[in-house]
């Protein structure tokens, strides 16, 4: 097929697409069809503004998307049952959403039949393998096109070659890189490049601006949160979102990860992530008085690659299937409320309360009592369970006396 001269730019409105769409245009002599995927991180205001801004760039086109209940439905509910945390830390805000805003980018692409799809990604990151991976899979007709991957520029010379073509970029707001979702927002920076040091307040989206003490309720059914101190939700979503508009203002869930790269470097971000990180301890904590060790377990084994899956942008591995399928059983009985303290830069898990709690003290209580069995059961199972190294040890010292 003959090409056009047709590219969908992945657009969100910062320094990095706003040079794509000048550079696609006066360098490159292309048509631009700039999409913007909102995955919860920009409110109905922040998209007019960022559509101006695209019109001012001189775009042919401009679509917004909104995606979020998609997002939660086919993948934020798995990293919620499986507690994903990547490297214990990182509740993949950024890793998530990039797929699902890159399946919004190809479909876009598709339905107008453009040559060339573009995004911002440099070639230093994760993006750009996630992107191109979605991209080559979904839509694999169309050429890829990354300015700044390609050109190997800094932030620095973007901002330099926009304003050459007329467009002022505020520098100081250039210097970090924010990227908001509704499942967290990551904050890159010069101190991110380096091990030693940290962000400072300022970058932060959200700034502390409560200094009390404030108890909530979060109700759990089926592994899923559906009620916020009492009030249910049409949807899980806008639970999220209000749990965020409630505890980011504490300035909680700000961490630093460190992370391998998929291009095998390793990498330091930025990210605060109020509502994910108190509802994966919330949604953990009610997990560990309704099931059983095994589940446990066994969730613990498979969530971590489910989360390193999605994480390397291989979303379309049919296994993801397998592990949702096991994740979404073992979710049966993980229902009940779990009771949290809000405090500046910090959070308690206070407690839970639900019908499947395991530890009913009418079969016994640890350390105290116990109503099911008795001192002989546990000399019997004491001596069954500790056999197999009980013989393994007479035989080494066998072997080894000889």
Known sequence: ????????????????????????????????????????????????????????????????????????????????FGNVLKNNTYPLSVSAERVFQAIAVA????????????????????????????????IPEAEIITPIRDLRLSREEEVDYLRK???????EKAKYSINQGVWGTSVGGKETLTSNKTLPEEAYPTQLTQNDSRDITITFEKGEPVALNGKKYNHSIELIQELNHIAAPYAIGRDLHVGDTIIGIKGRVGFEAAAPIILIKAHHLLEKHTLTKQQLIWKDIIANPYGNFLHE???????????????????AHVSGDVFVRLQPYRYTIIGIDSAYDLMQSKFGSYGEMNNTWNGEDVKGFAKIFSNQIMIYRKVAEAVENK
């Not at 073509?165 to 520098?171: K, N, P, S, T």
């Open 1 to 80: 097929m003959a090409k056009n001269n047709k590219v969908v730019l992945a657009y969100s409105g910062g320094l990095d697409t706003s040079f794509c769409v000048k550079y696609l245009k006066e360098d490159k002599g292309l048509e631009i069809y700039a999409i913007t995927v909102n995955t919860g991180g920009f409110s109905e205001e922040q998209i007019k503004g960022i559509e101006t801004r695209a019109k001012e760039l001189g775009v042919k086109e401009y679509v917004a998307k909104d995606i979020t209940r998609n997002y939660y439905d086919n993948c934020i509910r798995y990293l919620i």
């Open 107 to 138: 479909e876009y692409a598709k339905s107008i039949g453009a040559s060339y799809i573009a995004h911002g990604s440099t070639g230093a990151g994760n993006d750009q393998v996630r992107f191109d991976m979605i991209f080559n899979i979904l």
């Open 165 to 171: 073509h007329g467009v002022e970029i505020d520098a």
């Open 313 to 331: 942008g291989l979303f379309f591995e049919p296994a993801m299937r397998d592990i949702e399928a096991f994740l979404s059983s073992s979710q």
